[in-house]
């Protein structure tokens, strides 16, 4: 079976730091993404990674960990616009793409 | 400007009236795949296709058709759509698989009274 779990809802204020976690039990892992989706969008990439590690990209950081099926977003210095769903997603088998239930962050002043 | 586009964005339709939902994309990719979006259930794929005429099934298929007869353009088809099939729909593309950067559309509301 496939399952992705990630926690429902978290609250940070601004300038803070949230570290999204997301951990997952699926076969034929091939990579996890991350994915932004604010409220009545469209969802938008924000990182993928393959390799055990940390990958940085500005304010946001995601890292992975293959062996414990595990995986967090790092976000730092937080705005209001981070304020938003936060989606985990897995490449299994290189074919379908597996998504977690999303977690929506409010960001406050 | 590169863009996946989908229309309608909003539909109300009654049960068993036939619909489909196009989509398309210039960005010549070979990926494209269908998600629903639901309270509480998150996104969920529903059809993928890797190439022109190759479909497959994603995690929730029932009710719902695909056909990929050209690389650009992913219709999805409702043939009897039914009360449980309203939800918010995302048609997406990437390169070449799912290991690349998926580019979604805006999303179709679709309601089944």
């Known amino acids: 079976g496939q399952n992705i779990d990630q926690p429902t809802e978290m609250t940070a204020t601004e300038g803070a730091i949230v570290q999204i976690n997301c951990t997952y039990q699926?076969?034929?892992?091939?990579?996890l993404f991350w994915y932004q989706q604010h409220a009545g969008e469209a969802p938008t990439f924000l990182s993928y990674n393959v390799l055990d590690g940390l990958e940085e990209k500005g304010r946001f950081s995601s890292f992975l960990s293959r062996s414990k099926g595990y995986s967090y977003l790092l976000l730092k210095e937080l705005q209001m616009k981070d304020s938003a769903s936060y989606l985990c997603?897995?490449?299994?088998?290189?074919?379908?793409?597996?998504f977690g239930k999303g977690t929506t962050l409010s960001v406050s002043s | 400007e590169a863009q996946v586009t989908q229309n309608p964005r909003y539909l109300i339709t009654v049960t068993g009236k036939k619909l489909t939902v196009t989509c398309s994309q210039n960005m010549n990719h070979e990926y494209m795949s269908w998600y629903r979006q639901d309270p509480g259930l998150g996104l969920r794929q529903i059809y993928y296709s890797m190439n022109v005429e190759v479909t497959d099934k994603g995690d929730v298929p029932e009710g719902y058709k695909v056909s990929r007869k050209e690389k650009r353009n992913f219709p999805l088809i409702l043939e009897s759509p039914s009360p449980n099939q309203t939800s918010l729909y995302f048609c997406?593309?990437?390169?070449?698989?799912?290991?690349?950067?998926?580019?979604f559309g805006p999303g179709t509301r679709l309601t089944v009274t």
């Open positions: 699926t076969s034929g892992f091939n990579g």
């Open positions: 997603a897995v490449n299994q088998a290189g074919t379908a793409l597996i």
């Open positions: 997406a593309s990437s390169a070449d698989g799912p290991e690349y950067e998926q580019y």
